[in-house]
Structure formats: structure tokens, C-alpha cells
């Protein structure tokens, strides 16, 4: 009888560790670095921005929570780079051995921010080399114009972030600026920025349509979490939780 109950208190004890190692197992922590980038990421946005939600919400699908450093952008890079972390958001798919990515966190149109006054006439890209662009030290532009700026056709200026650029702008110190549009929306609202808005305007023809994604490292861990990741987007629509919540967004600085 003795032994029966010890046999039965192991076999408890063996039955709690394996459900403790499961559990686990399967709420595993998703570490990931991202930037100030308003309204997609940031560390004064509800829940650390849209993406940071979609990517949140993917992870709880398959159980898994989310740990996320808000970082310099060339920093957050870099900690990912170093495999401090899993990765980094949101990123543009760009050519890279060191990261793999992720199905579509949702898209968003970029175009070139110019001054009203004096208006960036463009049929085709090339057209662009006659004005002196500026661009986000780090960020990824369109293949093209990065293209253009590597091999030294385009004449550029980098600024550290958009408002510096935006600033740069409205002085005339450059011609246009390569931005994302939803993100101009979010900054007009700033009143450094709010100030000079009406010198400015976004030019009619957008460059591109840019899907926004999450870059893993490329090894066995961030194989896994690139799974993990993919499994979670494939249960709701990403696209339709980023128009929600920048129609939301904008209405609510609207008022």
C-alpha cells in the first residue's frame, strides 16, 4: 500500500513537472526591437501602435506573448543583427542575408512630401535626379531610388527621422521628401509640424504601396517564430485591423 502511494505521489509530482515544461513550451516570449514611428509603433501609442497590436494579436492565436524594446532605428536594427533579439519591425521586404520575413503585417502608400510652392515634376523615376530628395538615415526607400542614391545618380540629404526631414522641407533646404503617407498624417498633428503644414503637400503620384513585415534572423529561432508568426496573421485580416485603427486614429485628432 506504502509503495502504491508513493508510486502515485511520483507519478503526481512527474505529471505536474511535464504540465509546467509544456506550458513552457508553448508560452514561449517573442522578443523583438522596433522603433519610434508613429502611428504604426511607438512607445506613447495605445498598446505600442497598430503593427505592435497585429503582431500581438498573431501571437495569442498561437498562444505566445510578446516583448518588444522601442529603439533608435539603426540601433534596433543592429540588436537584432547581434541576435539579441528575434528580430525587428515593421521592416520593407529588401534584399538581406541576415533576416528572413514575415507574411504582411498590412500596407501602407508611400510618395514624396514636397512644398507647394514649387511642386516635383515626375513621369518617370529618373525624373527625380533632378531634385535633391530626403530620405531617413537607415530607413528603406524604393528599390529604385536606392538604387539611384547607391550608385550616385540621385543627389539626397539624410535627417536621423521625418520631422527633422519634414523641417529640412518647409526651409527649402531640400526638394521633397521620401515618407510614408500615414505617418505624415500622424506627425501633422505635432505642433512644431502643424506650423509649417500649409507650405506643404504630398505630390500626386505615389512611388509605392509598401507592405510592412517583420524581419527574423535567420536561424533555426527565427525559422520558428517566422512559423509561429505566419500561422497567427493566416487567422484574421492584418489589413483590415490597420485601416480600422488608422480611420479611428485620425479621427480622434481630428476632433
Not at 146 to 157: L, P, W, Y
Not at 176 to 205: C, G, R, T, W
Request: hydrophobic fraction near 40%; charge should be neutral; glycine fraction near 6%.
Amino acid at each position: 500500500m506504502v509503495y502504491i502511494l508513493a508510486c502515485q505521489k511520483l507519478a503526481f509530482k512527474v505529471s505536474v513537472l511535464v504540465m509546467l515544461f509544456s506550458v513552457q513550451l508553448t508560452a514561449d516570449t517573442l522578443e523583438l526591437s522596433t522603433l519610434e514611428w508613429p502611428p504604426f509603433t511607438g512607445v506613447h501609442l495605445v498598446d505600442k501602435g497598430v503593427t505592435t497590436q497585429i503582431v500581438q494579436q498573431a501571437l495569442s492565436y498561437e498562444g505566445h506573448d510578446l516583448k518588444v524594446a522601442v529603439l533608435p532605428w539603426n540601433r534596433a536594427i543592429r540588436v537584432a543583427k547581434t541576435g539579441a533579439n528575434h528580430g525587428y519591425f515593421p521592416e520593407y521586404l529588401n534584399v538581406t542575408d541576415d533576416f528572413i520575413f514575415s507574411n504582411s503585417l498590412g500596407s501602407s502608400p508611400i510618395g514624396l512630401l514636397e512644398r507647394k510652392k514649387y511642386p516635383i515634376k515626375w513621369k518617370v523615376i529618373t525624373d527625380l535626379n533632378n531634385y535633391t530628395l530626403g530620405v531617413v538615415k537607415g530607413y528603406v526607400n524604393t528599390v529604385e531610388i536606392d538604387n539611384m542614391i547607391n550608385d550616385g545618380r540621385q543627389r539626397f540629404e539624410t535627417a536621423n527621422d521625418e520631422r527633422q526631414n519634414i523641417l529640412k522641407l518647409a526651409a527649402g533646404r531640400i526638394d521633397a521628401i521620401v515618407i510614408d503617407f500615414n505617418v505624415y498624417e500622424y506627425l501633422l498633428h505635432e505642433p512644431k509640424i502643424a506650423e509649417i503644414s500649409h507650405l506643404l503637400q504630398m505630390n500626386i503620384q505615389p512611388l509605392e504601396l509598401k507592405s510592412l513585415h517583420i524581419a527574423f534572423n535567420n536561424n533555426e529561432q527565427g525559422r520558428k517564430w517566422l512559423n509561429i508568426i505566419n500561422s497567427g496573421l493566416s487567422r484574421f485580416d492584418a489589413q483590415q485591423k490597420m485601416d480600422a485603427y488608422l480611420l479611428e486614429s485620425n479621427k480622434h485628432h481630428n476632433h
